[in-house]
């Protein structure tokens, strides 16, 4: 294993994602996990799908802004939307899908898909996930 640049560390106590707690060593993170009413649970808390989809899109998010620099390209806004769904497979097993919608101002739309794929090679999330569930990226102009 290569060194860690980070090393982030959270403990899931309780019962899971079935209203158990989620939070980090440095006490910054600190969350009552709930399945959600679409999956037949009471909600009322997040779930590993959210933080999974948060933490995606804050990193591509980042991944972008640091493509753009490296190319010097500038946009006037932007923001990433990370939806991460849970299926049901074969066996009783699960699996998890995954679309990012990038959102950006002040480039044409050839820039924008160019700097969205850059960030998908770069992002570890899009490294970690590649080839082993399906997603889908777009990227929209306003």
């Known amino acids: 294993m290569a060194d860690s640049i980070y090393t982030a560390i959270a403990t899931s106590t309780g019962d899971g994602r079935a209203g158990g707690r989620a939070a980090t060593d440095d006490g910054a993170l600190d969350l009552t996990l709930a399945i ?5 649970g009471p909600g009322g808390g997040t779930n590993p799908e959210q933080l999974f989809a948060a933490g995606w ?49 002040g480039v044409d739309q050839a820039t924008a898909d160019q700097l969205v794929e850059a960030a998908h090679k770069v992002c570890p999330y899009s490294n970690a996930t590649r080839g082993n569930i399906p997603v889908t990226i777009d990227a929209t102009v306003a």
């Open 57 to 105: 899109a804050a990193c591509f998010h980042s991944a972008l802004k640091g493509v753009a620099a490296s190319q010097k390209v500038t946009f006037t806004d932007s923001a990433v939307v990370a939806e991460v769904g849970i299926h049901a497979e074969e066996g009783g097993a699960y699996g998890l899908s995954a679309a990012l919608h990038v959102e950006l101002a």
């Open 36 to 40: 959600p009413t679409a999956m037949g």
